[in-house]
């Protein structure tokens, strides 16, 4: 008998496992708030936001705004985790694994590398117990109407449409953490 909710889980677990969680160590507070172009959105200190919209509850906000601009603004390492932090996680569990409610108005920011990546810790650890409690029964069940587009679907394909945002979000840290080594903390950028 195929184990789904076991190969769902090992989707994600091995890319954190054996790629993402050993590229995130060592991220400096210097990275994590790096601003590689103007008009980043970021993680500020409150009352100093970028944006029209700021939200937190914390002493950082996220930069914000609704509609989002278009183009998309460029984000930094910081405001990435936030997302996943809050946005992918934080509210997923709330909705589903009986996480305290969270959202981006209310959550606190991390205004540092160290304290963000024990955050990310947190909920990924949060978000694969609640996986792992659905068993596989529970896969099936319907996501609810806290999910709008996905209400009717069955919570297997949150949880795979949740592992995408996943692996996508936390490669664009990597790849931002690249960038900065090649250029800010390596030197100038090499033209040509």
Known sequence: MTEW?????????????????????????????????????SLRPRGAAATPMA???GDRTIDWAFPPPTPAPFTTIA?????????????????????APVDYATFPYAGTAAEALAQ???????????????????????CGPAEGAF?????????????RELIHHLAEVALLRDLYAHTRAGGEPRSG
């Open 151 to 163: 209400a009717d679907a069955p919570l297997a394909t949150l949880v795979l449409h949740i592992h």
């Open 120 to 142: 990310l810790d947190r909920e990924v650890g949060t978000w694969l117990d609640g996986v792992r409690g659905l068993g596989e029964a529970g896969l099936g069940r319907p």
């Open 79 to 99: 405001w990435r985790l936030a997302h996943v932090i809050v946005g992918v996680l934080g509210m997923r569990s709330a909705a589903h694994f009986g996480r």
């Open 5 to 41: 909710n076991r190969l769902l889980r090992d989707q994600f677990e091995w890319h954190w496992e054996h790629q993402v969680r050993a590229r995130l160590a060592g991220l400096s507070d210097e990275e994590y708030l790096w601003e590689p172009v103007a008009g980043a959105w």
């Open 55 to 57: 939200a937190g509850s």
